[in-house]
Nanobody
Framework: QVQLVESGGGLVQPGGSLRLSCAAS????????MGWYRQAAGKQRELVAS???????KYADSVKDRFTISRDLAKNTVHLQMNSLKPEDTAVYYC???????????WGKGTLVTVSS
């Protein structure tokens, strides 16, 4: 089994920054991809950013040029640097780990990001 623990969420004013971190532990034999998703109230969960072994990074259009995903292979962690935050970025942010392209995959419990003045 794999456990994912997110940290770094909180309340920030518009234009501010936050850095989310996700640490993976447990039976980690290999990692195909790690990424961040978010779910705002009343909306579906959506991809924010992901980093895939051998393929690189992917970002939602709404966060390009504002968010940066990075991965520490040695520590099995992934970070999301979020700059120029907007109220519409308010959501619960979830970390996801894909062991292979076809699964299995695992979710963290989420961390709340609130962007408000």
């Amino acid at each position: 089994q794999v456990q994912l623990v997110e940290s770094g969420g909180g309340l920030v004013q518009p234009g501010g920054s936050l850095r989310l971190s996700c640490a993976a532990s447990g039976n980690i034999v290999s990692i195909y991809a790690m990424g961040w998703y978010r779910q705002a109230a009343g909306k579906q969960r959506e991809l924010v950013a992901s980093v895939t072994s051998g393929t690189g990074t992917k970002y939602a259009d709404s966060v390009k040029d504002r968010f940066t995903i990075s991965r520490d292979l040695a520590k099995n962690t992934v970070h999301l640097q979020m700059n120029s935050l907007k109220p519409e970025d308010t959501a619960v942010y979830y970390c996801k780990l894909d062991r292979t392209l076809l699964g299995p995959y695992y979710w963290g419990k989420g961390t709340l990001v609130t962007v408000s003045s």
